[in-house]
């Protein structure tokens, strides 16, 4: 089997209304989908998605006429264009995916299949008030999520703190509350400062109080001294981080000082599966937890899935999901079906060979706004 062309589309669907995302002040008016395509001259297809593919033109002869099974060589030569241009690791994914198909088999029984099956922690976007966040986790809690996580961003981080007590006190201990800081890193245009050790500290140990599950990323994703330092500092609340963190040294150095609880590499945007899955056995290896991060689209959830129910300690995996601005509608757009949990708060890995993902055929014709490139086999 061999490469024989690499084909490279976006999707654009238009949100109305807009998603206020928490860490965004501009309301999103529109959702972005990149998708890859893998072919073979045995017919046999890879999908995989994430990343905007930035930087990837140009280096398809890279690919072109070699066999797909050779995943480490093709992650190293990823790896090279991650460093010279560009995050291009949903070829990866689509790799892991052709393999999967290629050889009947389900992504994360290539993986390892430690589960078949993992708990979702419904992953909330936006800022809203103490009361409508109290009424969102209450109607979680009836669909069968066990877990969900809160955004911070207001100015006064105080009013942050009584968001999540207004949930504690609505749903009581019936759920587990996981908190984002959002300090690991900054939109272009954002100039404000981010929290300091101090006021980290006192943020963690009133979360401590109401009983948060974890938070995540109290400090700037390069403070690896400062996030070892604070998770000595609180020991009754998990420290978890490492999302946008893009390369492998990152990670050797967060693990060598001990700096989380919870590593969040997603394999969407750093390191694809190849390289995510050596993170994680690195960090469990040390006791930590690998959960990945997960926000790109329904194609990125599922490929973190799929590695996550493969190798996770975790009890727990994000799933990007706010009714009723952000759904699995709006997230899945591109897919014929939409990743829900069970009554029981799973998410259950799909058996269909490779990532199990289907394009939805109308939805792709309807949103496509441009094909970035085809390269192909002479």
């Known amino acids: 089997m061999k490469i024989t062309a690499i084909e490279i589309k976006h999707y ?46 140009g280096h398809e002869h890279l690919f072109i006429g070699q066999d797909p099974f050779a995943i480490e060589r093709h992650s190293q030569v990823i790896d090279n264009i991650d460093f010279h241009y560009g995050r291009c690791w949903p070829l990866d994914l689509a790799l ?24 979702a922690y419904a992953s909330t976007g936006e ?54 800081a959002n300090q690991g890193w900054k939109m272009p245009w954002d100039t404000e400062p981010t929290w300091d050790l101090k006021k980290a500290y006192q943020v963690a140990k009133e979360l401590e109080q109401l009983g948060v599950f974890w938070l995540e990323e109290p400090l700037p994703s390069h403070d690896f001294r400062g996030l070892a330092q604070l998770r000595q500092m609180v020991g009754g609340i998990r420290i978890a981080g490492g999302e946008m963190n893009r390369r492998m040294h990152d990670f050797r150095e967060m693990n060598f000082l001990g700096s989380l609880d919870v590593y969040q590499p997603d394999v969407a945007l750093t390191g694809g599966i190849t390289q995510v899955r050596k993170i994680a056995d690195m960090v469990q290896a040390s006791g930590a937890w690998f959960s990945p991060h997960t926000w790109t689209n329904g194609i990125g959830v599922m490929a973190n899935l799929h590695l996550a129910a493969a190798v996770s300690h975790c009890p727990y995996l994000e799933l990007p999901y706010d009714p009723p601005s952000w ?26 060979p490779g990532l199990g993902v289907e394009l939805d055929l109308e939805a792709v014709e309807r949103y496509a706004y441009n094909k970035v490139y085809v390269g192909e086999s002479t």
């Open 12 to 57: 654009l669907l238009p949100l109305a209304p807009p998603f206020k995302a928490a860490w965004d002040p501009n309301p999103r008016k529109k959702f972005a989908s990149t998708v890859v395509q893998v072919h073979t001259d045995e017919g046999v297809t890879g999908i995989g998605s994430g990343d905007l593919m930035t930087g990837f033109e």
């Open 96 to 119: 892991w995916d052709l393999m999967g198909k290629a050889t009947g088999q389900p992504t994360y029984k290539l993986l390892g299949a430690r589960n078949d099956r993992i708990l």
């Open 127 to 180: 800022m809203v008030t103490p009361e409508v966040r109290a009424e969102r986790a209450q109607l979680l809690l009836e669909q069968g999520f066990k877990a969900m996580k809160i955004r911070f961003h207001h100015k006064d981080v105080r009013d942050d703190i009584r968001v999540v007590e207004a949930v504690r006190k609505a749903i009581g201990d019936k759920l587990e509350i996981m908190v984002d």
């Open 327 to 352: 759904t699995p509608e709006r997230r899945d757009f591109i897919q014929q079906d939409k990743l829900n949990i069970d009554s029981d708060g799973y998410l259950h890995l799909p058996q269909a």
